[in-house]
């Protein structure tokens, strides 16, 4: 009896390891493919955008330059853009439900990356905690920055600067505000 489990088990160890290598194999060949894109070194220069999920965020949004005429489409399009209902006296703000889901969660992916790898991302995190923002919220509010930030860094054809997107503490704590 132990003998099979022995067996078993080194037969899952096997399937793994030959797994561990596909998966290596595919992201390296991604990685190439990825670095090829006009667009690459923008979206690589973002925090928290490494070659697979770069491909997966620029995979899903498309290349068409003028797909997205402003900020705005594109986050709506993302789904990190938040539906506010007001009636009356009630106010509400909620995710987006219409959205293109694998992009959402590979855009809410990228924001919890980001964190720490950008000090002006994690200062706006950090400042939507202490409001008394979920994790949730937090990270998807981050995210719609972050997809702001990835349209002007594409329209104007120059890579992330830490020093632009995020200028001074006093600035990210009134955004988040």
């Not at 992916?109 to 919220?137: E, M, N, V």
């Amino acid at each position: 009896m132990a003998d099979a489990f022995g067996a078993a088990s080194a037969a899952r160890v096997a399937v793994l390891v030959s797994l561990n290598a596909q998966i290596a194999e595919l992201e390296r060949a991604l990685g190439e493919h990825f670095d090829r894109h006009p667009d690459a070194e923008i979206l690589r220069s973002l925090p928290g955008l490494g070659p697979v999920l770069g491909a997966r965020v620029l995979g899903e949004f498309g290349d068409d330059p003028n797909r997205f005429s402003d900020a705005r489409g594109r986050k709506a399009y993302a789904g990190t853009a938040p539906i506010t209902k007001a009636s009356g006296r009630s106010l509400v703000v909620l995710a987006r439900v219409a959205r293109n889901r694998r992009l959402a969660d590979a855009c809410e992916r990228w924001a919890f990356c980001s964190l720490t790898q950008s000090a002006g991302g994690r200062r706006y995190y950090d400042a939507l905690r202490a409001r008394g923002k979920t994790h949730s919220q937090a990270t998807r509010q981050l995210a719609n920055r972050w997809v702001g930030i990835l349209h002007a860094c594409l329209e104007r054809h120059q890579p992330y600067r830490e020093e632009v997107a995020w200028p001074d503490r006093a600035q990210v704590l009134r955004a988040a505000a």
